[in-house]
């Protein structure tokens, strides 16, 4: 027997043998507290988590994951759904629920004449550059390799080929969806228009996604990339002439500055290593010779500690952070969008830079527009359209004592930047407790996902996530 909770506040008792009969139902499987799939199932990327669902289900197909559905909804508990299990909210997993698991559906199909591939939600960005740039194709998706193309796509998506080829759903051409009723839809521009429109940049609020369709682009297999790396004293120059250089690149150049404690990188002179640096991060998504143009102005700034910049494998450099981002770390992000990097939020970083309250901690600024910045703002769910700079306070640390420190450091630096933000916010980088800030999440395009939410899920089935509330 087990009580879980319902989606009407109660508690719901589940007894054995409707486990059994949904087990023996599924390609995939049932699992409990003790075997380990549980384990795995609930063990997610953000140790700040340790939370303990009532049972797995793990789905190794559509049809297990439209029985999945349809077990919960009848028996009206609360479900959460794990993909890559990536999220910094947290929400793959939830005590006392079900939790639906799709981290086995991991296939990557690609097709070389039409040049797409087809995608399983539990497939990592990792799986999806390998098999594409097996044929020298790439769709713009994230800048850690062990993040979940699932929850990337479904909150809108961008990396270091975004400026040149438009966001991770800018390049989605459909997607199988399972919805609250248990329907199997396909949702394209033509079929589901509504629900495809949400899908992209509405995060999980309107069904369980079991296959993306991409658009590929050609690159590689080699690009031009690397970091710079300056000693932190001289950033206020420098943040001021990259914002400048990022406002004027062409499309195929995307830069990113990073704030924090120098790594042990084998580049870096010992004497460095511990010591607070700027570092600006660069990819070139064309020739190495129009690339080594394109870089000339940044790299040219000041009088770098070491410049790395050269051609890499394209593959590599989407796996050159995963050192820093490694899974069972505690994490707590928070985020603004900037339109400009103004003196007074230049100085207000650099403060906050000084009191890093973990080694492992940074603050990105990462610059978006080009390609995704041509794209209408209402054309999805995701509103941003604007070429911009997007802020990751990336806070990172392993000792739970910690947990105060390094939260109340996140907030405070979020609230000192809020003067000069304007006000949106990328989904994905928002922790589960910013729920008051959809509204800036979503802008103008807020009342429209609220009517496709009730219209796909009236009953607020899926509601483990950044939650929409149906109207």
Known sequence: MFDLKSLDGSTTIVNQDALDALGASL?????????????????????????????VIRALGASDVQRAVNFVRDTGLVMSVRSGGHQ??????????????????????????????????????????????????????????????????????FGWTTRKFGMTIDNLLSAEVVTADGAIVTASP????????????????????TSFEFQLHELGPDVLSGLIVHPIENAPELLAEFATIADNSPDELTVWSVMRKAPPLPFLPVEWHGREVLIFAACYSGSMEEGEKAMAALRALGEPIADVISPHKFVDWQAAFDPLLTPGARNYWKSH????????????????????????????????????????????????????????????????????????????LYDQMRPHATGSAYVNFMPEDEADHMAGAYGDNGEKLSKIKGTYDPTNLFRVNHNILPA
């Open 27 to 55: 390609r995939g499987g049932v699992y409990q507290k003790g075997t380990s799939e549980y384990e795995d199932a609930r063990t997610t990327w953000n140790s700040m988590f340790e939370r303990y669902p009532g049972f």
């Open 88 to 157: 910094i909210a947290g929400h793959a997993v939830a005590d006392e629920t079900v939790m639906l698991d799709l981290s086995q559906m991991r296939s990557v199909h690609v097709d070389t004449v039409s040049k797409t591939a087809r995608v399983e939600p539990g497939a990592l960005l990792g799986d999806v550059d390998r098999e594409t740039q097996a044929h020298g194709l790439t769709v713009p998706v994230g800048i850690n390799s062990t993040t979940g193309i699932a929850g990337l796509t479904l909150g809108g998506g």
């Open 190 to 209: 033509t079929n589901h228009p509504e629900l495809f429109w949400a899908i992209r940049g509405g995060g999980g609020n309107f069904g369980v996604v």
């Open 337 to 412: 969008d900037f339109d400009a990097l103004s003196s007074d939020a230049i100085s207000g970083l650099l403060e906050a830079i000084s009191s890093l309250p973990d080694p492992a901690c940074e603050v990105f600024i990462a610059h978006v527009g080009g390609a995704m910045a041509r794209v209408e703002a209402g054309s999805t769910a995701y509103p941003q359209r604007s070429a911009h700079f997007i802020m990751n306070v990336h806070t990172r640390w392993e000792d739970s004592s910690k947990d105060a420190e390094c939260i109340a450091w996140a907030r405070d």
